[in-house]
């Protein structure tokens, strides 16, 4: 594990981000915040609770604003993640499974790349808050283990405090926390019949869950008023109760919603298929070792597992995750009789919950791409778990040998560990092209791959030798990652504009304080936002049309790199000044290249 995750951060190494898609945000927020600025007050930030945000600023204060700092930080929680990971399951299981758990989350989800868009890894994710809200809650599912056993009040406390801590971060991920803890709480009660501890813990946990909020609300009511503050410590759950996404054509897909039958059908078939596959071999390995079939069939079994699992598609291995996470908690629960509520069945039972909760945000369309590199993380590695060391404990209950069936499927998981981290390490290796200086420096594709990275660094280039240090800077509709890179303040405080974003905080009132608080250079990108059923920025009322009017009377083009988008569809960056008068000629970036020389991986690409 360990040459492994050294390895992988050799072989991406600065490669891990996305120059136009959401992670720019990630460092320019804290980036003003290590500056004075206030989280909600004077930057919107729409994506979380205000706990990442503040440590990555704590962060810049301490080492140094750079984009090392930032990635350095999350390959060190990324360390710490495995050994928590490895050190658990090899504790209720085996080193093997310990193993295979810790290479599962380095190879496909830690490091991976699947798709242009470098935001679904664990070094460069697109929502800090996610990441950490991840690691935290796996470690207060230890820690409500270790109280499960122990029965320490102590330890409750600490639970509720990392609670707290994830209530910060992201809503969806502190909801499958939150069923957790109140899954062991309801168990405990059950299990061991002691109402008054149950009841201590549970006050406990809320009193600690408590503290990391009052923190946060006390720093916020020293520049704010006491409603706004309380909004501030809530904000990570100010979209999920007050933005209308039943209709938002993206989140219905990111659910399945659009195609419910097909997802529930591909669902059932995933599951039949890898159900047959352990039937089918639990039947096989059920002769004596010393048969005189034992062997060839141990051999034509693996011969069959590593052909198969070289030809399937692992992009898609994720579709079944929710009915073995159920299963998984199903078996657990099932063999509580035999076993009692020992250390490792209370571990796989909350394990279990914190997956099935986690996968609810991706509904039918369960995934390890896209949301799924955290939504999904927990549940594959129960699956694994199943596959080594439940499973096999079961059936050899059954006169199965264990032994022969354990190495089977280390060898189909193997292989498809493999062919996932070839996928990723595919895009990686055509990152070639550096934008950035020193710790800033980052790895993007050339111009034969994306028109759009070498059309972002000259526009970094052009902003740094033809404008003036402090100068304003907003980008539209989003592009933050120039704001950073060139140290260039948005004083409108909206770093993106899409239709969630827009619905939260309303497009008039976006609108309003662009003008109110207009920047001295705008730069326009050409971002398709298909995804949300809208045409590109300021070319319809709903997406920023009144704004552009505005912007055309007060602004002109300066500079542009790439091409007029409106006309020909390519790629193009536009950068306006105020009050311009003066056209300089286009800057003219490679035309974009065909479809068939971008570098495609053999996974599924979030659309």
């Not at 159900?275 to 048969?291: C, D, E, M, N, Y």
């Amino acid at each position: 594990m360990a040459v492994v995750f050294v390895a992988a951060i050799i072989s991406t190494w600065r490669k891990w981000p996305d120059l136009l898609v959401d992670f720019g945000v990630q460092l320019y927020v804290p980036w003003v915040l290590a500056k004075g600025s206030v989280l909600y007050r004077d930057v919107a930030y729409l994506t979380g609770g205000p706990l990442s945000q503040y440590y990555h600023a704590l962060l810049f204060k301490l080492f140094g604003v750079s984009f090392l700092t930032v990635a350095v930080s999350n390959l060190v929680v990324v360390a710490l993640l495995l050994g928590l990971i490895y050190h658990w399951f090899k504790k209720v299981a085996d080193q093997l499974t310990g193993i295979m758990v810790g290479l599962t989350v380095l190879l496909a989800f830690a490091f991976a790349h699947r798709g242009m868009a470098g935001i679904f890894n664990y070094v460069t994710p697109y929502s800090e808050e996610c990441f950490h809200g991840l690691a935290l809650s796996l470690l207060a599912v230890v820690l409500l283990v270790k109280w499960f056993s122990q029965e320490k009040l102590s330890l409750a406390a600490a639970a509720g405090f990392i609670g707290g801590l994830v209530f910060l971060t992201k809503g969806e991920v502190f909801l499958a926390l939150f069923l957790t803890i109140l899954g062991a709480l309801v168990l405990h009660w059950l299990a061991r019949g002691k109402r008054g501890f149950v009841l201590k813990s549970l006050v406990l946990m809320a009193g600690a869950g408590l503290v990391p909020l009052l923190g946060f609300f006390f720093y916020f009511f020293r520049v704010e008023s006491f409603s706004a503050s309380w909004r501030s410590v809530f904000w990570a759950w100010v979209p999920i109760i007050t933005t209308p996404t039943a209709n938002n054509p993206f989140y219905q897909w990111c659910m399945g919603w659009d195609v419910p039958r097909i997802h529930l059908e591909l669902m059932l078939i995933h599951f039949a298929v890898v159900t047959g596959l352990i039937v089918a071999f639990a039947f096989l390995f059920r002769h004596p070792a010393r048969s005189w079939l034992g062997w060839p069939v141990w051999l034509v079994a693996t011969i069959f597992v590593a052909y198969w699992a070289s030809d399937f598609g692992w992009d898609n291995c994720g579709r079944s995750l929710p009915l073995f996470a159920l299963t998984a908690l199903a078996v657990s629960l099932g063999r509580v009789k035999r076993t009692g509520w020992t250390e490792a069945v209370v571990f796989r039972v909350l394990w279990a919950v914190l997956s099935v909760a986690l996968l609810l945000k991706m509904g039918l369309h369960c995934r390890i791409w896209h949301y799924g590199f955290i939504l999904a993380m927990p549940a594959f590695v129960a699956t694994i778990d199943l596959l080594l060391w439940v499973f096999p404990g079961i059936l050899q209950e059954y006169n199965v040998q264990a032994g022969p069936f354990r190495t089977v499927m280390s060898l189909m998981l193997l292989i498809g560990l493999m062919r996932l981290g070839q996928d990723s390490q595919y895009i990686y290796r055509h990152k070639t092209l550096a934008v950035g200086e020193g710790s800033d420096r980052m790895f993007t594709f050339p111009a034969n791959a994306s028109p759009a990275a070498v059309a972002v660094k000259d526009t970094v280039n052009w902003l740094q030798t033809n404008t003036p240090p402090d100068a304003t800077l907003a980008v539209l509709p989003s592009g933050c990652m120039i704001n950073y890179l060139t140290r260039r303040i948005n004083p409108t405080g909206y770093l993106r504009w899409n239709l969630t974003e827009m619905q939260t905080y309303g497009q008039a009132n976006m609108t309003d304080n662009f003008i109110k608080h207009s920047p001295d250079y705008i730069v326009l990108i050409a971002v398709d936002n298909g995804e949300f059923g809208l045409k590109y920025f300021g070319q319809e009322k709903k997406f920023g049309l009144d704004l552009m009017q505005w912007i055309d009377r007060h602004y002109g083009v300066v500079v542009r790199m790439g091409h007029e988008w409106l006309q020909d569809g390519g790629f193009g960056i536009k950068i306006l000044k105020r009050n311009a008068v003066v056209i300089k000629p286009a800057a003219q970036t490679p035309s974009p290249v065909s479809p068939s020389t971008l570098p495609t991986p053999s996974v599924a690409v979030a659309p």
